[in-house]
Nanobody, 123 residues
Framework: QVQLVESGGGLVQAGGSLKLSCAASGRAFSGYAMGWFRQTPGKEREFVAG???????QYADSVKGRFTVSRDNAKNTLYLQMNNLKPEDTAVYYC?????????????????WGQGTQVTVSS
């Protein structure tokens, strides 16, 4: 069992930066693959970034080059550094964990979810 708590969301102007954190409690965080997803009203939750146990990463095309996912296994924490934010990045951002070595690209592949944190980018 893993409990996830996101933080770091907020309101930022276009071109600005935010860093999201996801604190995990429970056992064997280092063995979980982790993901960041986002969701806007009326739309399905979409993949943003994934990181596996060895810190191999993958990004959605829409955020590639602007967002960086990382993990600190000693602190049981997942991060998402978001730079050059755009209004279309506005969403609720969720971190997720799955008890496999590699990340998945769809929300259904994840076992555990945080409560979400709102990111709003103004133009």
């Amino acid at each position: 069992q893993v409990q996830l708590v996101e933080s770091g969301g907020g309101l930022v102007q276009a071109g600005g930066s935010l860093k999201l954190s996801c604190a995990a409690s429970g056992r064997a965080f280092s063995g979980y693959a982790m993901g960041w997803f986002r969701q806007t009203p009326g739309k399905e939750r979409e993949f943003v970034a994934g990181i596996n146990w060895s810190s191999r990463t993958q990004y959605a095309d829409s955020v590639k080059g602007r967002f960086t996912v990382s993990r600190d296994n000693a602190k049981n924490t997942l991060y998402l550094q978001m730079n050059n934010l755009k209004p279309e990045d506005t969403a609720v951002y969720y971190c997720a964990a799955r008890n496999y070595a590699n990340y998945g690209l769809t929300s259904g592949e994840y076992n555990y979810w945080g409560q979400g944190t709102q990111v709003t980018v103004s133009s």
